[in-house]
């Protein structure tokens, strides 16, 4: 089943849902790994794509997200502040760019930013601009078509982050403050500027691998091209501080269903990798073709030039284009 499925998606056939999940069961747990790095290599060659973040507004955030730090109904010991100190934020993304990752990101807590957080963040992505060539990335929340049209033509942004977290059967279980239909309507909107999309969520909040199955049939109707899958790193203080970690077979094994779900997209190792280091060679021969690479918003991440090592070590090119 599994070679006849990696054919079916080679070429350029769908899977279904019920095939999904038939993968998901499957005990053969390595043929998988390397059919999804089979579909990865044919559609995405051997080149993995790098962004970096800057944290560009941090803390008292009135959204109840369970896992979230940055909540104002958790207790969590972070660094808040509103807006993040423009020089600081410039030389983070030069220093990047200069390293080798393709695309930078200012990042803000809140359910979306007000147009004074826009003109206090509009000139340190023109300042970005001015001193580097790297792509540039928004992640500013729920906000209006306007807005994003402002960071298009101001802030010379071509991308748009807005993660839709998990399945929608089990978004409310973890939300209540928003819904995943203003998730997905921020999408379109950025979608229908021209702007690409990155959105992808969080593995390891209590929900079941059919619900992570479902998150991928979401974003692939989305069509979206850049899927972060992030790995919860439970934060004291926080609603899930307490929650079991994920396995490394159900890690695996829901990358791999990603890529066969999104063939050709760039399925992004993001936040939590660390706590993977271990396996993270298996990672990258399970269907991931991008990192997420530096530090995130109020945790350590990894080092950019130990990651290019890692990666091509583990045979990969790093892509320079944005």
């Not at 748009?160 to 998990?166: A, G, M, Q, R």
């Not at 899958?229 to 094994?253: R, V």
């Amino acid at each position: 089943m599994i070679e006849a499925l990696k054919q079916k998606v080679i070429n350029l056939q769908n899977i279904s849902h019920q095939e999904a999940m038939a993968l998901s069961k499957i005990t053969e747990k390595e043929k998988l790994y390397q059919a999804a790095d089979e579909i990865r290599k044919h559609f995405c060659n051997d080149v993995i794509d790098l962004c970096s973040i800057t944290n560009a507004k941090s803390g008292k955030c009135t959204q109840d997200c369970k896992w979230c730090s940055q909540s104002i109904h958790h207790k969590s010991d972070i660094e808040e502040y509103e807006i993040v100190d423009s020089k600081q934020a410039v030389k983070e993304a030069v220093e990047s760019a200069k390293q080798g990752v393709s695309r930078h990101s200012l990042v803000i807590s809140g359910r979306k930013a007000s147009n004074k957080t826009l003109d206090g963040l509009i000139p340190i992505y023109r300042e970005i601009s001015e001193q580097s060539s790297i792509g540039l990335c928004a992640s500013m929340g729920l906000i209006t078509e306007e807005q994003m049209q402002r960071l298009k033509d101001e802030g010379n942004v071509g991308h748009y982050h807005c993660n839709i977290e998990t399945g929608p059967s089990f978004f409310s279980s973890l939300v209540s403050t928003h819904t995943i239909a203003e998730k997905i309507k921020t999408i379109k909107i950025a979608q229908k500027i021209g702007l690409k999309v990155c959105s992808g969520g969080i593995i390891g909040m209590g929900e079941s691998m059919e619900q992570r199955i479902e998150m991928a049939f979401t974003i692939r109707e989305l069509d979206i091209k850049s899927i972060p899958i992030n790995i919860l790193q439970p934060i004291k203080g926080t609603a899930l501080e307490n929650i079991a970690a994920l396995s490394e077979d159900e890690i695996l094994t829901t990358i791999s269903i990603f890529r066969f779900i999104n063939p050709d997209a760039h399925l992004r190792f993001a936040g939590g990798r660390v706590q993977i280091k271990e396996f993270q060679h298996k990672a990258l021969r399970a269907g991931i073709s991008a990192a997420l690479t530096g530090d995130y918003l109020t945790s350590t991440g990894s080092n950019i030039q130990e990651d290019i090592k890692d990666f091509a070590n583990a045979g990969f090119k790093i892509n320079y284009e944005q």
